[in-house]
């Protein structure tokens, strides 16, 4: 899988709105949207007219970004989401990429930003169900409980507390004490970011 290497501010900026891919860095005056709200570049203060097709092409890249997904599975997710028929498609694809453990272990409180919570999956540090689970893409179901393994426990305590996420969604049970997380069910819309518009990524991919 392809990696972003560069500054992961710059993604911010050019997207117009926080992603919170520095955890802890994002909820500071030193955030770069902060102290400069356009996008990087020679040009980025330039304003430009944007096509329908950048505007949907834009929102996708927004949304892949903030769950730190990319390209093929984002597109993976989106034909799984546009395949069943009980629940709008959109919806469907922002609650597969609310399931996902990493989502999970970052919106629980346990660590500050979605990377980071990637990279203690992949190194053991969690488990799910009892079973200590790798896979930062794995995707839970409701009633599935996310603890931590006992010998990391010490070290997920320390990111706890300096954690800037200090309250959790209302469709998860977390506790904190004890470091686990479940889905009590998957978000409805209401409960999910307002400022998404999912309907252009929807639009995008039908193209």
């Not at 891919?21 to 996008?39: H, V």
């Not at 990319?70 to 597109?75: N, R, T, V, W, Y």
Request: charged share 30%; with cysteine; proline share 4%.
């Amino acid at each position: 899988m392809s990696r972003y290497t560069e500054s992961v501010c710059k993604l911010c900026r050019n997207e117009g709105v926080k992603l919170f891919l520095k955890g802890t860095r994002c909820y500071t005056t030193k955030c770069a949207i902060e102290r400069r709200r356009y996008p990087s570049g020679q040009h980025g203060q330039e304003r430009k007219k944007q096509s329908e097709f950048a505007v949907q092409l834009r929102e996708k890249q927004k949304v892949r970004r903030f769950y730190s997904v990319a390209e093929k599975q984002f597109s993976g997710y989106f034909d799984t989401a546009n395949r069943q028929k009980k629940i709008p498609t959109g919806l469907k694809l922002l609650q597969i990429l609310e399931a996902r453990l990493d989502n999970v272990v970052h919106r629980s409180g346990m660590v500050p930003s979605r990377a980071q919570a990637r990279q203690l999956i992949l190194h053991g540090h969690f488990l799910v169900d009892g079973k200590k689970v790798a896979i930062p893409s794995y995707l839970l179901k409701a009633g599935q409980v996310v603890s931590v393994v006992e010998d990391s426990k010490k070290l997920i305590r320390g990111l706890v507390e300096g954690s800037p996420v200090a309250t959790h969604p209302t469709w998860m049970n977390v506790d904190k004490e004890g470091l686990t997380a479940s889905l009590g069910n998957l978000p409805a819309r209401e409960d999910l970011d307002p400022t998404i518009k999912e309907a252009l990524i929807v639009e995008h991919y039908s193209r």
